[in-house]
């Protein structure tokens, strides 16, 4: 079983970038495909990126394809978004989440395990 946590976020100015980290304890890090998904306030849950596991093949939600960039890191069990050119509708938490396979990696409910949240917050 693994549990997950989310460190990175915080505060910029809209065209700024932050990168978020997850890493992950317990379980086999390998064998897990690894999404980040993001929820603003009165909205609902949304996809934003995903990994697979065997050969890192990635997904993203069209409004941050060329601006995001998910990555893993299998050796440090720890999986990133590196968001860049931050817009203000972009602010939201944001959760890694872990599941065994890359089949319907855009619905949330397919994930198995997730992280507790990170803030991000792009001022205007």
């Known amino acids: 079983q693994a549990q997950l946590v989310e460190s990175g976020g915080g505060l910029v100015q809209a065209g700024g970038s932050l990168r978020l980290s997850c890493a992950a304890s317990g379980g086999t890090f390998r064998n897990y495909a690894l999404g980040w998904f993001r929820q603003a306030p009165g909205k609902e849950r949304e996809f934003v990126a995903h990994?697979?596991?065997?050969?890192?093949?990635?997904y993203y939600e069209d409004s941050v394809k060329g601006r995001f960039t998910i990555s893993r890191d299998n050796a440090k069990n720890t999986v990133y978004l590196q968001m860049n050119s931050l817009k203000p509708e972009d602010t939201a938490v944001y959760y890694c989440?872990?599941?065994?396979?890359?089949?319907?990696?855009?619905?949330?409910?397919?994930?198995?395990?997730w992280g507790q949240g990170t803030q991000v917050t792009v001022s205007s």
């Open positions: 989440a872990a599941k065994y396979g890359s089949s319907r990696y855009e619905e949330f409910l397919e994930y198995d395990y």
């Open positions: 990994i697979s596991r065997m050969f890192g093949t990635t």
